[in-house]
């Protein structure tokens, strides 16, 4: 027989609710940080994994591999207790002034992502028609500016179904953050099973949480593609 | 305007580009005909560096393109080059894919650029379909797109490479007019083309090639009643009656 008897108030109500909506709000802060900085950084490394210099490309290469073949949860920790250690005293002392569990986690949600941005939109990158690029450089843009201005908008467009699944799996890995003390949302219904052993409830509402943020990402970028990206096919 | 000397080039051991002299002066007309493989399309492709010569020289508008010094987007920047298959960036209106250059690389403000655009839309009958795009069009309209695309960055030297090879037959009639409107303008051009019509009517001399090599380069009329060499009769045979 089932002995547990439910209690959904706590998490619609009260401080337990507050806490998880404070979890929600730095899991929104972090997502958002880790999307915007991925994509920025992702698209830089499709670029450079595509120069013409060796060197460049080899850097390139050495990046993806490296940040896609290895833990996420490593490379939190790595930030967190490892990158401080070599950082000179000036800038740890700034860090410690700042909110340095926010900042390792987002770098580390940053890099790793950006790896796998980075070969989704290369990839995107290579399926325009090289003629494109002739075309472009035709008119007398340069290399760098041929990527900006022609290939990279229609690449992007084309990148958008794996962009999004990237953008996702960003705002769920941000849960990891907890491990070390980021006071997001799975950190805060971990929190609220302490204090209320009501672990059902509250991972349950962490779940919907979750799904609702999934949701949202989805939802944006499909109205970000059909009402910006391809207004002409609406 | 143009001119090679001696100009060269392989693909790894094929020699498409033999020892190339020609000369274009500002204002002339130059038609490039010869059978596929015989490298025209790689001669007109030297001429904005889509692609490097490996020997010889080569002067484009007082510009050296063997010299480390030249730069080689101002120098395409001077020099329109219309696609076979057009080019178009699919994801820019007419309208944008016209003042794109000039805003980016003359910087032209967007206002006076598409003023612009819509006069040269207006030369090729095409002011309606400003906010259309690519897609949306037939191919003689892209292509007629695509020279005002070329014209926007006000070019010395006008390069077409096949520009009606890839149409229907009702659609080569408007490029072919938008180009010999051009010519009349005095606009400095060489086209890579089998309209034999348009090479009679229009262009000043005819270059005939074959294996990498120039046979022959006569004014039209006289290529077409005359031609000296073999490969040039037997081309122009096939070309007028394909059957046979």
């Known amino acids: 027989m089932l002995k547990y008897t439910f209690d959904w108030s706590i998490v619609t109500s009260g401080k337990y609710f507050e806490w998880l909506v404070s979890g929600l709000k730095v899991t929104l ?62 800038v740890n002392e700034w860090l410690n002034s700042t909110n340095f ?5 987002a770098i580390a949600l940053t890099i790793y992502t950006s790896a796998f941005i980075a070969e989704d939109i290369r990839s995107g990158i290579l399926s325009i028609p090289k003629e494109q690029m002739e075309a472009a450089r035709s008119a007398g843009f340069s290399y760098l500016r041929s990527m900006q201005y022609i290939i990279l908008p229609q690449a992007v467009r084309i990148t958008i179904p794996p962009l999004v699944n990237q953008f996702l799996n960003l705002a769920k890995n941000s849960s990891l953050a907890m491990s070390i003390g980021v006071m997001e949302l799975t950190y805060q219904a971990r929190q609220v099973e302490s204090y ?31 009402k910006v990206l391809n207004p002409h096919r609406a | 305007m143009i001119k090679f000397e001696g100009v060269h080039k392989w693909f790894k051991k094929l020699h498409v580009l033999n ?12 038609v490039v005909c010869g059978p ?27 510009m050296d393109l063997r010299s480390k010094k030249t730069d080689i987007n101002k120098l395409r920047a001077e020099v329109g080059f219309v696609f076979q298959q057009f080019n178009l960036y699919p994801h820019l209106s007419v309208i944008d894919n016209i003042t794109l250059a000039p805003t980016k690389i003359r910087r032209t403000p967007k206002k006076e650029a598409q003023e612009q655009a819509m006069e040269l839309l207006e030369r090729v009958g095409l002011a ?17 797109v695509a020279i005002a695309r070329a014209l926007a960055m006000k070019p010395r030297i006008m390069l077409f490479d096949e520009p009606t090879s ?6 080569i009639g408007e490029v072919l007019a938008v180009m010999q409107d051009l010519a ?37 009329e006289e290529f077409f009643r005359n031609p000296q060499h073999d490969r040039a009769k037997q081309f122009l045979k096939q070309l007028l009656s394909p059957m046979h």
């Not at chain 1, 939190?76 to 000179?88: N, T």
């Not at chain 2, 490298?39 to 007082?62: F, M």
């Not at chain 2, 309606?128 to 007629?144: E, F, M, N």
């Open chain 1, 29 to 90: 802060e972090l997502s958002a940080v880790g999307i915007v900085c991925a994509f920025l950084l992702g698209l830089l490394i499709a670029v450079l994994k595509m120069s013409h210099y060796r060197p460049v490309r080899w850097i390139a290469t050495a990046y993806l591999e490296f940040f896609r073949n290895t833990p996420l949860l490593v490379q939190i920790f790595f930030w967190y207790f490892g990158s401080y250690k070599v950082l000179p005293t000036a």
């Open chain 1, 101 to 105: 569990e926010f900042a390792a986690a």
């Open chain 1, 196 to 226: 209320t052993f009501k672990g059902f409830e509250a991972f349950t509402a962490a779940t919907v949480v979750y799904l609702g943020l999934s949701v949202v990402i989805t939802a944006l970028m499909d109205l970000y593609n059909k």
């Open chain 2, 19 to 30: 020892g190339i002299d020609l000369h274009v002066k500002q204002g002339e007309v130059v």
């Open chain 2, 36 to 62: 596929s493989g015989s490298g025209k399309s790689t001669l007109i492709r030297t001429i904005n560096q889509l692609e490097p010569i490996e020997e010889g020289s080569l002067i484009v508008d007082g």
């Open chain 2, 128 to 144: 309606v379909k400003r906010d259309a795009y690519p897609t949306q069009l037939s191919g003689g309209q892209q292509q007629r």
């Open chain 2, 166 to 171: 890839a149409l229907d037959p009702e659609m």
């Open chain 2, 184 to 220: 009349s303008t005095g606009m400095t051009m060489v086209c890579v083309t089998h309209e034999m019509g348009f090479a009679r009517e229009v262009s000043d001399r005819v270059v005939f090639m074959d294996h990498g090599v120039i046979l022959e380069e006569a004014q039209p």
